[in-house]
Antibody
Framework: EVQLVESGGGLVQPGGSLRLSCAVS????????MNWVRQAPGKGLEWVAI????????QYVDSVKGRFSVSRDNAKNSLYLQMNSLRAEDTAVYYC??????????WGQGTKVTVSS | QSALTQPPSASGSPGQSVTISCTGT?????????VSWYQQHPGKAPKLMIY???KRPSGVPDRFSGSKSGNTASLTVSGLQAEDEADYYC??????????FGGGTKLTVL
């Protein structure tokens, strides 16, 4: 069974840091692009970051460039999102998503991040 | 990286058809055939319904169909059923491996 399980969310103060993890099983992780997508409370979906199969290429939405960093460990079947200089507007549920054929095919259940003092 | 434009709401009675539009620009929908649609029920993760403009993943009912004309993509739900009531989001490639979602449409089955 294909599974993506996010962890690492929580409450953090503005300006703080948090590292999200996504543990993957049920497919060959190293064959796929992976993404992070977020959803603020009561709002729509926002694509955040993408990483290619070997981790050599990444891309971000403008609002997180220079603050967030996506990485992966194919030996551990894991995806990460390092979030620094967090702002209130980063408060959201963060989803780990497998990419394929130009779409977001398999979604995790999400981990909640709250940025508040 | 501007969001795609969707109507905030749509509705239809059981058995009817509803079409949800998604308007982008000549930098995203207008030039790429990587348009996809997602269904999200309250408290749940989104689910892929349509990819590459018109293709349906295995398991998605053929009542769901997609199309594109110029800078606008559309999702049509035929033979509306109660379980189709959900939020729907479109997405498009926007160049340089960046991606953009629409603001979402709440579909109500009357």
């Amino acid at each position: 069974e294909v599974q993506l399980v996010e962890s690492g969310g929580g409450l953090v103060q503005p300006g703080g840091s948090l590292r999200l993890s996504c543990a993957v099983s049920g497919f060959t992780f190293s064959n796929y692009y992976m993404n992070w997508v977020r959803q603020a409370p009561g709002k729509g979906l926002e694509w955040v970051a993408i990483i290619n199969q070997d981790g050599s290429e990444t891309q971000y939405v403008d609002s997180v460039k220079g603050r967030f960093s996506v990485s992966r460990d194919n030996a551990k079947n894991s995806l990460y999102l390092q979030m620094n200089s967090l702002r209130a507007e980063d408060t959201a549920v963060y989803y780990c998503v497998r990419g394929e054929s130009g779409a977001f095919v398999i979604w995790g259940q999400g981990t909640k991040v709250t940025v508040s003092s | 990286q501007s969001a795609l434009t969707q109507p905030p709401s749509a509705s239809g009675s059981p058995g009817q058809s509803v079409t949800i539009s998604c308007t982008g620009t000549s930098s995203d929908i207008g030039v790429y055939n990587y348009v996809s649609w997602y269904q999200q029920h309250p408290g749940k993760a989104p689910k892929l319904m349509i990819y590459e403009v018109t293709k349906r993943p295995s398991g998605v009912p053929d009542r769901f169909s997609g199309s594109k004309s110029g800078n606008t993509a559309s999702l049509t739900v035929s033979g509306l059923q109660a379980e189709d009531e959900a939020d729907y989001y479109c997405n498009s490639h926007a160049g340089s491996n960046t991606w953009v979602f629409g603001g979402g449409t709440k579909l109500t089955v009357l």
